[in-house]
């Protein structure tokens, strides 16, 4: 039973961009985007609550955005100006409950299998 379904990884060049989606089926107010590159661990990139608010770690302020787009029925992060430290793989996940909506991966209890972004 899939709840949550990753799409729009790929390469691109330094400086370009790209648009994540991820397809939910989860019941949940709060979705959050992560990365992982190799060796490193999971990190946090953004959050978005169903109430209106987002949040986003410093390193993509100004450069990402996440959304949400109710007729698709996902959530969406906007890449911009990307840069090879940003190369990995994304997930999104769902927030588990009583966890505050930051990204913070220990605060999401449901992924998706990710997709793979590369800046070259």
């Known amino acids: 039973h899939v709840q949550l379904v990753e799409s729009g990884g790929g390469t691109v060049q330094a400086g370009g961009s790209l648009r994540l989606s991820c397809k939910s089926s989860?019941?949940?107010?709060?979705i959050g985007w992560f990365r992982q590159a190799p060796g490193k661990e999971r990190e946090g990139v953004a959050t978005?609550?169903?109430?209106?608010?987002?949040n986003y770690v410093d390193s993509v302020k100004g450069r990402f955005t996440i959304s949400q787009d109710r007729a698709k029925n996902t959530f969406d992060l906007q890449m911009t100006n990307l840069t090879p430290e940003d190369s990995g793989t994304y997930y999104c996940?769902?927030?588990?409950?009583?966890?505050?909506?930051?990204?913070?991966?220990?605060?999401?209890?449901?992924w998706g299998q990710g997709t793979q972004v590369t800046v070259s």
């Open positions: 996940a769902a927030r588990s409950p009583g966890r505050t909506c930051v990204p913070s991966p220990p605060n999401f209890g449901t």
């Open positions: 989860v019941s949940t107010n709060c």
């Open positions: 978005f609550h169903t109430a209106g608010s987002t």
